[in-house]
């Protein structure tokens, strides 16, 4: 229903500034898989289809971490590591912290 009554024309303004956030979000993404995910999960295949994975989580959610690692292993070669790790980090481990990082800042005098 809120979607129905959305008016899509009154947001045409802001285009230019979401393209922008997009933009850095996205060369921020990959410059952090390249220099620390890669090189800290030990610059292999494996690390290679983790840091797509962690850049489709970075830019979205799961599901597009494990679209994005599917495509590169489709390609080329599997990677069991970083489809045993991707999900469960994004799935459950991510909930977690998630959790903890809410009830922290609702604890915070001056945000009440």
Not at 20 to 48: C, N
Not at 49 to 65: E, I, K, S
């Amino acid at each position: 229903m809120a979607l129905l009554s959305l008016k899509l024309w009154e947001l045409t303004d802001l285009a230019g500034p979401v393209l922008i956030i997009l933009l850095v979000q996205t060369v921020v993404m990959v410059l952090y898989a390249y220099f620390v995910t890669f090189r800290i999960m030990g610059k292999d295949y494996d690390a290679a289809v983790l840091a797509a994975g962690h850049c489709g989580f970075g830019m979205g959610a799961t599901p597009t971490a494990i679209a994005n690692m599917q495509a590169i292993t489709d390609r080329y070669l599997p990677s069991h590591k970083a489809f045993l790790i991707v999900p469960m980090v994004g799935a459950f481990f991510v909930d977690i912290v998630n959790a903890a990082v809410l009830q922290i800042f609702t604890q915070l005098p001056f945000l009440q």
